[in-house]
């Protein structure tokens, strides 16, 4: 599905170096690491913000950089880290932004479209929520909503940056779960970074670790194994 | 004990004979509701009564004539040239509004100096008053008061406030003139011009009293959304009337200005026939500021006059001389056109 | 996607319209036949003073607090949108402020920038998109919002500072004149100015209708907008560029109106409680246009007691409302 073909990503100085790797439809993936290593650098490599100091990445065959931005945005959806919500945003409304690549220059919202928004909705279990406004659900609720909006959007990749970072944790349980769940039925291809490495080890996800200049593709690993490598800087 | 009976007695007869002295003693102002100016020992006693509240007095003793004098209206310029007491003057407001050529020249001659009123009274520059050696302040306290009273009497500098502005009357506000003799030991040359102007002023009138004249006249002009008008009891209405023009809003109560809509004025205009006092020199300088002029009935009708092809004469002269106002006045009326105006121009 | 409440308060307004229309054309200190009206119009007698009295001034003011009170409105909801700050308005790039500067010289310095009687007004106009293309070139440079805002800011202290000092060397009567444009003013206007007025006022509508799913999805964002595919750099200029225009041309032909722009689209969202752009459009210029021929119509109807300027009546209604935004935002 998509294919890192040697790069080194970074701003100035290059951060992270990897081999070839490869990822998976119908997985998730924990991209894990130290503060500071480059995680976030590496999203922002696969979404075209910041650009790859050497090698490519390929995403359905197709080199990154060949992409237009519209084509990019129906590849790879990204859910937001922190969504506080906004006032007289209602959830049905927000969650439908997911749409825009698909719709037409007015935004307007064919059948089809809706019948996706209610699809995702159902399986997140969120459809009691979509009359309220988005600022007066919970933050696990709203996590919830924001995985629906790039749900939605039906792109083969999703991509999510420490989305549980602000969740308690039943909430981040729950919500890797569903991830999982969804990545399996739908087949897409789920990369999202974060700190919950007994979480991630308990329900097997397969783990992107970078250490030490360098990314890696793991299978399965034992905390001690992960915490011995995040150790080396 | 007895000691101090007498005394309070003493006291009380030195009163009461300076009473009785008081009251035999004429004031030299017979028209100025606000001025009186009375002789005492060997100088003038000045008392100038606040306009809006009766109890309140400003009190001025003048031993001797001065030399430096600080003005900050130009109605006082006019009045200190008219005497010949240019001389006399150490400080103006700004240069850009004074009309009397030797003013003018004394200033730039850094004789005189400026004291940048950019905004108000209130924000002259104390520093550059005491650099001028100023002995009195002339003030005409348009927004109320002089905030800087205090802080200068304590720098002795006296500071006179001069209610010229305040005067309904023609004549009151001319006779001012006899603070300005006053102050620069000039009383006799202020009473003479006093009494030339008193005569002509009544000379003019007398001579208005004979046009009949039907035409309306409308005064003032649109700035920003109203049309600013003098009241019927204003100064300039009662000029109006004493002058034989027939004033739409001379009836209108009120000693200040009306605020009317341009409807109102499109109504009331139509059967106008004098214009005066736009406060533009050229009918295409009255368009520049309201293009909407020219929808005015009166436009491009009546005869329109103003001052301001020289404003500052008009501001420093026509307090002091209503008599040059009734001769232009006069002129106007009488369609005069070959007659010298003093300060009325037509408008074309 | 409109509820059906929604399209139910905008018929409601859209009804209110030619009322409030009617009012404001009625509330004049003259009592005026509907003849006259019908003649002004259709059968105009440069002669009859009442019909120039509708023509000349009436139809102009009503038409322009409409204009105004819709354009400002709408300006208003571009800038709070891109900027997501509920406190934001057409003026916070210094649009106005352009204009000002511009007018300020012409004024006060005797430098003629135009001759003609369209002098003024061009010349507020060009000061006005001046601005406006300045801050749309600074924007292409700029990557975050918050330096676009400062930059404004800093544009508006900066020709404030400079209007200041032509202010303080002005005479007399032209410090006077340029005050009184500050005041801003509804009854500049003539009726051959509405044509242009009203095509450039509806071009720039139809334009915001054409950009309502960028903003729909710039609430979320320029990020966020930017991963769902929206152009942000594009937006961003075709924004400005409708908000220079109808800031610009407003306070070309009005002076600076205050608070209208700011007040009003937080009013609309309030009341309409919807993000969706499409609702919020006809909501401002509806609320908006309303609000100031209301505002108007009551300044004249008190023209024989009182003569409130407009700006000091938009302000005396809109700054208790600022507050009470803020105590809600605080809350």
Redesign the interface.
């Known amino acids: 599905m998509i294919q890192f073909e040697h790069i080194a990503i970074g701003y100035s100085d290059v951060l992270l170096r990897s081999a070839f790797i490869e990822l998976e439809a119908g997985k998730v993936y924990a991209l894990i690491g130290r503060n500071g290593i480059g995680k976030s650098t590496l999203l922002q490599s696969l979404t075209g913000m910041v650009p790859l100091k050497e090698g490519t990445i390929r995403l359905l065959n197709d080199s990154l950089e060949t992409l237009s931005r519209l084509e990019l945005v129906k590849r790879i959806a990204v859910v937001e880290s922190r969504f506080e919500g906004l006032e007289y945003l209602k959830v049905k409304d927000y969650i439908a932004l997911g749409r825009t690549p698909h719709t037409d220059a007015f935004g307007n919202l064919k059948q089809q479209d809706l019948a996706v928004i209610h699809e995702i909705a159902g399986a997140l279990g969120i459809l009691a929520l979509m009359d309220k406004f988005t600022d007066q659900i919970s933050d696990g609720e709203r996590q919830l909503c924001a995985v629906a909006r790039a749900f939605v959007q039906e792109t083969p990749m999703i991509i999510l940056d420490e989305p549980t970072a602000f969740l308690d944790y039943l909430n981040r349980k729950k919500l890797l779960t569903i991830l999982v769940e969804l990545a399996r039925d739908q087949q897409k291809c789920i990369l999202l970074s974060t700190h919950d490495l007994e979480l991630c080890i308990q329900e097997k996800v397969p783990m992107l670790l970078a250490s030490s200049g360098k990314l890696s593709l793991n299978e399965q690993l034992t905390l001690d194994e992960v915490l011995n490598e995040m150790s080396k800087y | 004990m007895i000691f101090l009976v007498l005394l309070l007695c003493a006291c009380q007869t030195g009163k009461r004979t300076e009473k009785s002295t008081q009251k035999s003693i004429a004031n030299y102002c017979r028209y100025s509701k606000y001025l009186s100016i009375k002789d005492s020992l060997g100088g003038y006693v000045v008392l100038i009564q606040h306009p809006d509240s009766k109890h309140r007095y400003y009190h001025l003793f003048i031993a001797q004539p001065t030399k430096r004098l600080s003005v900050l209206s130009s109605t006082h310029i006019g009045m200190l040239s008219a005497l010949h007491q240019e001389n006399a003057i150490v400080g103006i407001s700004d240069l850009r509004f004074v009309f009397s050529p030797l003013v003018r020249n004394r200033t730039l001659a850094k004789q005189i100096v400026q004291l940048d009123q950019a905004q108000s009274e209130q924000t002259i520059s104390v520093d550059k008053l005491l650099e001028s050696k100023t002995e009195y302040v002339v003030y005409s306290a348009f927004s109320g008061s002089f905030s800087n009273e205090e802080r200068l009497r304590k720098l002795g500098i006296q500071c006179i406030p001069d209610y010229d502005w305040r005067e309904e009357s023609a004549l009151g506000k001319a006779e001012w003139v006899l603070l300005f003799g006053a102050l620069t030991g000039k009383m006799q040359e202020a009473k003479h011009l006093f009494s030339t102007i008193e005569k002509a002023f009544q000379k003019e009138k007398i001579k208005l009293s004979s046009v009949h004249q039907p035409e309306r006249m409308i005064s003032g002009n649109v700035t920003g959304d109203f049309w600013y008008a003098p009241a019927g009891d204003s100064y300039m209405s009662q000029l109006y009337r004493e002058s034989g023009f027939h004033y739409i809003y001379q009836h209108v109560k009120g000693t200040g200005s009306l605020a009317y809509s341009m409807e109102k004025i499109m109504k009331d205009g139509q059967q106008v026939q004098i214009w005066m006092n736009p406060g533009f020199p050229t009918r295409s300088a009255i368009l520049g500021a309201n293009p909407k002029a020219k929808y005015l009935p009166f436009f491009s009708n009546a005869r329109i006059y103003c001052y301001t092809h020289n404003s500052n004469k008009y501001w420093e002269l026509s307090a002091l001389r209503p008599d040059w106002l009734l001769a232009d006045f006069h002129a106007i009326l009488t369609n005069n056109e070959g007659k010298k105006r003093y300060f009325y121009q037509e408008v074309r | 996607?409109k509820d059906r409440s929604l399209r139910l308060i905008v018929i409601c307004l859209l009804g209110l319209l030619p009322i409030a229309m009617y009012v404001h054309l009625m509330s004049?200190?003259?009592e005026l036949s509907y003849s006259s009206y019908w003649k002004a119009i259709f059968d105009f007698n440069n002669k009859d003073?009442y019909q120039?009295?509708i023509r000349?001034?009436?139809i102009p003011r009503m038409m322009m607090a409409l204009v105004a009170g819709a354009g400002l409105s709408l300006a208003g909801m571009l800038m709070q949108t891109l900027f997501k700050n509920p406190l934001a308005g057409p003026y916070v790039l210094g649009i106005n402020s352009g204009a000002s500067l511009l007018i300020a010289v012409s004024m006060m310095t005797g430098i003629q920038l135009f001759q003609s009687?369209f002098g003024l007004i061009g010349t507020a106009l060009i000061g006005a998109m001046g601005a406006g293309f300045l801050m749309m070139f600074v924007a292409q440079r700029l990557k975050s919002q918050i330096s676009l805002l400062l930059v404004g800011l800093m544009f508006g202290s900066f020709t404030a500072a400079l209007v200041s000092m032509i202010e303080?060397k002005a005479?007399?009567?032209s410090l006077?004149?340029f005050t009184?444009w500050s005041?801003g003013?509804l009854?500049?206007v003539?009726f051959e100015q509405l044509p242009i007025i009203l095509t450039l006022f509806i071009l720039s509508i139809a334009s915001v209708f054409?950009l309502?799913?960028p903003l729909?999805?710039l609430?979320?964002g320029e990020k966020?907008a930017?991963?769902?595919?929206?152009?942000i750099q594009r937006t961003r200029f075709l924004i400005l560029g409708i908000t220079a225009l109808l800031a610009g041309l407003i306070t070309a032909f009005c002076g600076p109106i205050a608070f209208v722009g700011m007040a009003i689209p937080n009013l609309t969202?309030m009341l309409?409680?919807?993000?969706?752009h499409?609702a919020l459009i006809w909501g401002n210029v509806l609320i908006g246009g309303l609000f100031l021929l209301g505002i108007d119509s009551i300044i004249?109807l008190l023209?024989g007691q009182l003569?409130i300027?407009?700006n000091a009546f938009t302000s005396l209604i809109g700054a208790p409302f600022v507050v009470f935004l803020l105590m809600r935002k605080i809350k």
């Open positions: 996607m004049g200190q003259i003073t120039v009295l000349e001034f009436r009687n303080s005479g007399a009567e006077k004149s009184m005041m003013s009854q500049q003539t054409l309502v799913k729909n999805v609430v979320l966020s930017s991963m769902l595919g929206i152009h969202r309409f409680r919807t993000s969706n499409a004249q023209e003569s300027p407009l």
